[in-house]
């Protein structure tokens, strides 16, 4: 299962967020409002910082389609070309939840699997 750092890691200290450490050793900072996991992306541990509401959003995307967080990750790394990986994540969250979302009775129904119709809002 990936490594979690969470509100232990973040003990305030006069100065801000306690710093961690990455597997390579590297000092990040993580404010109050993330927190910062280390997730596999084809086969490489990526730290990543994102609020608990998108945390919460990518296991339930990887509950409805029966994948794991890594690889999610993964489809989603190998889909954002030039765009930083977290930016992508939130926006993957947000395609995919709307495409979840019936449509209302002026919306169009575009007949797309949430996944796919999400992934293709990165590329």
Known sequence: MDG???AADRAKTPHGPQ???????ARHRCPPWQTCRRVMIAGRRVSVRLEDVFWDSLREVCRREDITLSRLCTLI???????????SLRIFVVGYFRE???PTASGRDRG??????ALDVIA
């Open 19 to 25: 710093p961690f450490r990455t597997a390579s050793g």
């Open 100 to 102: 979840a979302t019936p």
């Open 4 to 6: 979690v750092h969470g």
């Open 77 to 87: 790394d190998g889909r954002r070309g030039t765009a930083k990986l977290t930016p």
């Open 112 to 117: 797309l699997a949430p996944l796919a119709s």
